[in-house]
């Protein structure tokens, strides 16, 4: 198995018979719907009410054989086992770059605990030194957002889909990818919990994907197995 098959095996230890599971999005949590399928189908898990992150989790969650609701129906969950893009050493992380920021969001504040899978490249020792930061925009407007992140130290761009179009969330907003590596001290991630809460407050930037302090469990993927730890 590789790196992300060792964090999703290891991160099934975690699960229990009779929980409410929130699904996250990208090759790390499909990893983990995959898995938890089998268990399933094995038998060694029954009565799992699973929320997805966005549609293209709940069709793989479904045609894995999982009992997939809305939160609606499932307001509370139990853990929410999602991968990260970057993690720093406090456990704050980047996400969004499977396009379902928002979603993940909502759905990991929904939850009791959440578990982070990643492999052991995730690691960082700042958030944004590999990985630019995903904001979830409304289309309108949206250019208007360029110059003030430029003024914050970064290096914006509309993420596009292959076909040269934008790419359009499952809530229907566009994502700005910031660069903010060139960022000087005191900008940009160098104080994540400042950047999230000025960006939060211009009017058409509708969540960041700095998740801070939000991880109750870490998994880390490698190629020998994976490591769990807990906070």
């Known amino acids: 198995m590789d790196k992300k098959e060792n964090a999703a095996r290891r991160a099934l230890e975690l699960v229990r018979t009779g929980m409410a599971l929130g ?24 009565d799992l009410r699973c929320v997805a992150t966005s549609r293209a989790t709940a069709r793989l969650a479904e045609a894995e054989g ?34 379902s920021l928002l979603r993940e969001k909502i759905v990991a504040q929904a939850s009791r605990q959440l578990a982070i ?11 944004g030194e590999r990985w630019s930061l995903p904001i979830e925009v409304v289309p309108f407007g949206w250019k208007t957002h360029l110059s003030h992140l430029e003024d914050l130290g970064g290096k914006p761009r509309l993420r596009l889909r292959s076909d040269g179009e934008p790419f359009v969330t499952d809530e229907g907003n566009f994502t700005l990818d910031v660069d903010f590596s060139g960022a000087g001290a005191g900008r940009g991630l160098s104080v994540p919990e400042t950047l999230h809460r000025d960006l939060l407050r211009r009017a058409g930037i509708v969540e960041t994907g ?17 490591t769990l730890d807990q906070r």
């Open 210 to 226: 700095l998740f801070l302090g939000m991880a109750s469990f870490l998994i880390v993927g490698t190629e020998d197995g994976a």
């Open 66 to 99: 999982l009992h997939v609701v809305t939160l609606e129906e499932q307001p509370m969950l139990d853990l929410t086992l999602d991968g990260a893009d970057e993690v720093d050493p406090e456990w704050n992380l980047i996400k969004g770059g499977g396009g």
């Open 23 to 46: 699904l996250g999005t990208g090759s790390t949590a499909n990893c983990l719907v995959r898995a938890l399928g089998g268990e399933v189908r094995e038998g060694r898990l029954s």
């Open 117 to 127: 899978l990643i492999d052991d490249s995730k690691m960082v020792r700042h958030l």
